[in-house]
Structure formats: C-alpha cells, structure tokens
C-alpha cells in the first residue's frame, strides 16, 4: 500500500510540474513584439545593439539602440510594421509595436524601406519628421529626401509603353509586309506522316 502511495505522489509532482511549465511557456509567447537584424558590409561585419555586438539575425526589440560603424550598414525587418535601413556611422533609437515605427536618430541617416504606417523620427534638432516608404531622415540636417528610384510604375510607365508599342508595331509591319511564307531559301518540306 505504500508503494501506491508514493507513486501517487510522484505522479501527481510530474504533472504539476508539467502545467506549471506549460502555462509559463504561453505567458513567455507574448512577452513583446521584435524585428530581425541583416547587417550588410561583408560576413565578419558588426553592429552594435545596446553596446553589445550583434550580427545578422539577432532580435531586435522595442527600446534598443543601434550603431553601424564606418563601411556597415544594417537593416531591421520588423514584419508587417516595415523595414528600415540604416547608413554606416548611424546611431538610432527604435521603439516600436505591432503597427507603427518611431525612434530618435542621434548620428547618421535612416531610410523607410516599407512601412504600414509614417515612420516618426526625432532629430538631433528636436525636429520630429513623419517618413514614408522611400524617404531618409539625417540625423544633422533634420530634412527628408526622396529616394529616387526607378521603374516605380507612377513617373516611368510612359517608358514601358513606348516599348511595348514600339515592339508590337514591329510586329504588325513584319507580319503584314510580305505574302511570302517560303522559308529555309525556298525549300520544299516533304511531311513523312501523310
């Protein structure tokens, strides 16, 4: 009987172990949201992340400061919250949540790859600047810049049609120009399958 009642014992420890594991482990899942680092400047390259050094695919949470030395650049992927890039010599705050971006740059530039939502950035200056996708902010300036880019569908479309017209009226004169279909200098093709 006793033995009975030690193995009781134990099996009942197990399982209180096992729930009080399992409920830690959910409160664990929703501790906060976080953004993934690509350091971009070679494979030994580094940044720092709250003074410490951090390579590509460190988490990056809400609160932590970033600095790219001379000749490195980075980008965070914070998921649907969008992407943003960061020069060499740039130091940047960034807090975040699910939907919106924002963060104090003290040194250098950033530019808003994607974002759901204005990226808002305080300067150096005290300026505060709302950026959308493609903008930059610099640190010592305190200005936005559009990114030029090309092939975005909005000013270069006109591009694209001339080619396309271009090719398909090439077309249409070569295929109306001349009624003669003899090809391979005038040889007659004998088909086997008749």
Known sequence: MNSKLWIQRALTSCLVMAITASYSMVALAGVKASG????????????????????????????STISTPEGVGAAVNLGKAGNIQ?????????NFDG?????????????????????????????????????TATAGAGSTAKQTTTGNGDTDWWVFALIFGGAAVGIIVAATAGNDS???????????VR
């Open 36 to 63: 993934e680092l690509m350091v971009t400047g070679g494979q030994t390259s580094s940044v720092t992340v709250n003074g410490e050094p951090a390579t590509s695919g460190r988490a990056i949470f809400s609160s």
């Open 86 to 94: 960061f020069a060499p010599n740039t130091t940047f705050t960034l």
């Open 99 to 135: 939907n919106a971006i924002g963060g104090s740059l003290a040194a250098g530039s950033i530019t808003v790859l994607n974002s759901a939502n204005p990226v808002s950035v305080t300067t150096l200056s005290g300026e505060v600047l709302q950026l959308n996708a493609g903008e």
């Open 182 to 192: 003899t090809f391979g200098n005038g040889a007659v093709v004998v088909s086997p």
